[in-house]
């Protein structure tokens, strides 16, 4: 069994940034692919990027290609959102995940593990 644990967010204006992590114990996610998922109040949970197990493909929501990097280091088992030139529409609860296989899903169901959530609030 693994344990996520997010941490990062906060509040911060219009056009700045932020750099969520997200931890894994109790054993490796080295050969599991991640993800990172946001809901915002009153919408759907959604999939903002996606990372193989080896750090070598990602895939990232239309909505913050160009703005978002997701990248992970397998030796500190943690898997990093860097986020730039946010907009009050990525206002949301970011979760961290980890899929059954090494290969990128996008399928919520197939992510078997999930964090607690960090709050990111981007103001006007």
């Known amino acids: 069994q693994v344990q996520l644990l997010e941490s990062g967010g906060g509040l911060v204006q219009a056009g700045g940034s932020l750099r969520l992590s997200c931890a894994a114990s109790?054993?490796?996610?080295?050969?599991?692919?991640m993800g990172w998922f946001r809901q915002a109040p009153g919408k759907e949970r959604e999939f903002v990027a996606l990372i193989n197990w080896s750090g070598l493909r990602t895939h990232y929501a239309d909505s913050v290609k160009g703005r978002f990097t997701i990248s992970r280091d397998n030796a500190k088992n943690t898997v990093y959102l860097q986020m730039n030139s946010l907009k009050p529409d990525d206002t949301a609860i970011y979760y961290c995940a980890e899929a059954d296989r090494g290969s990128i899903v996008t399928v919520l169901g197939e992510y078997a593990y999930w964090g607690q959530g960090t709050q990111v609030t981007v103001s006007s």
């Open positions: 109790g054993r490796t996610s080295s050969e599991h692919a």
